[in-house]
């Protein structure tokens, strides 16, 4: 877990319940002043998910059954780490002044919960929202306009057909004047390559294993599942180069992060970095790299997990020998 996530410890769900009284119907006692829900039960995620973005981050959203419904903590871990990385790179400054930034989110889903925790996180970001889903999209676009966030945040339909990224990240409509780079991409893609991948890693555990998932195919599946979809990104970013400063995504398999590392070294990218994030029982990594000559401290760009260090980015920090 990211040290500036605020749900290191897990929530203190009675008076979570007292800030979000829909809440209360989920309660589970387990000792005299200590509650818990139960985390398997879908309609108990939902509102928790619910409840944590009112209390925390003001934030109101809807999210259709049929889709995936965001553990809050997993989200606010990314985009911790990813405002670690601009303000390592100078791109946040405490400089309020300085100019905005604007991301790009692919695959918003229908919660937009990315781009929803990026803004209220930070007044400088804006975002564009991508997907190819209409069901998404169109619950998206209210969640954004719910939130009064219309401003900051466009949510774009992407061809699934097309280019994932190039499209919008050529798009010169999309920068606000007198702006001509994008900041940072972010993605959390579908992660199976099909149903059985599903069903196989759901017996093995792979994947969320105390909780319940209501993912819709799209969300979920994409050909070569998630290392193939962000290799694309990868090679698409291999055209677009410096026309953004960072490209990320989060992974749910660490054999992806290495098929991915693998593809920016043999593109002679080692301008890039890796961590992962550790939520309980669940284990996700992510990856971001860059064409700028600016580079992380690397205590960001690499992890010291000791299954990692073979795909390890080089070194940036210079030892001073004595
Ligand atoms: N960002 C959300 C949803 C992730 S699920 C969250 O973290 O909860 C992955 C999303 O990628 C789905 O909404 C799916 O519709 C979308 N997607 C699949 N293929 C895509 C493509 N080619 N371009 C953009 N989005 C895509």
Redesign the pocket.
């Known amino acids: 877990m990211h040290p500036r996530n605020p749900y290191i410890n897990p929530p203190d769900f009675a008076s979570l319940a007292d800030a979000y009284p829909a809440l209360k119907t989920q309660l589970m006692r387990l000792a005299n002043n200590i509650f818990t829900i139960d985390f398997k039960n879908e309609l108990s995620q939902r509102c928790l998910t619910e409840a944590l973005l009112h209390r925390d981050f003001n934030l109101t959203i809807a999210v259709p059954d049929d ?4 553990p809050v903590p997993n ?1 606010l871990n ?1 985009i911790l780490w990813l405002q670690d990385i601009l303000s390592a790179t100078a791109l946040i400054t405490s400089d309020s002044e300085a100019q905005n930034l604007l991301g790009i ?10 781009p929803l925790l990026g803004c209220q996180s930070d007044q400088r970001w804006a975002f564009i929202a ?4 209409e069901k ?1 999209l169109d619950f998206a676009r209210r969640n954004v306009q719910t939130n009064l966030l219309d401003s900051r945040i466009s949510v774009v339909k ?3 057909t ?4 190039l499209r919008v990240l050529q798009d010169d409509t999309l920068l606000p004047q007198g702006v001509d780079s994008f900041s940072f991409t ?6 199976y390559s099909s149903r059985e991948e599903i069903l196989r890693s759901a017996e093995a555990k792979e994947f969320e294993p105390t909780a319940v998932c209501t ?2 195919d ?3 599946i ?1 050909p070569g599942g998630e290392s193939a ?1 962000v290799c ?1 990104i990868v090679r698409e970013s291999l055209e677009a180069r410096t026309r953004c400063r960072w490209y990320t995504s ?1 992974l749910g398999k660490m054999s992806s992060l290495s098929e991915v590392v693998t593809l920016l070294r043999e593109s002679r990218i080692d301008n890039y970095a890796c961590t992962e994030f550790v939520q309980g029982q669940t284990r996700r990594w992510a990856v971001a790299w860059s064409f700028d000559d600016v580079r992380l401290p690397d205590s960001l760009a690499r992890t010291h997990s000791p299954a990692l260090q073979s795909i390890m980015p080089p070194r940036n920090t210079r030892h001073k020998a004595n």
């Open positions: 889709r995936l419904c965001p989200r990314y989110d692919i695959g918003t889903g229908s919660s937009a919960i990315y991508t997907d190819v889903d998404s992407s061809d699934p097309g280019p994932i990224l972010m993605c959390n893609p579908p992660f993912g819709a799209v969300e979920m994409t979809f694309r989060m």
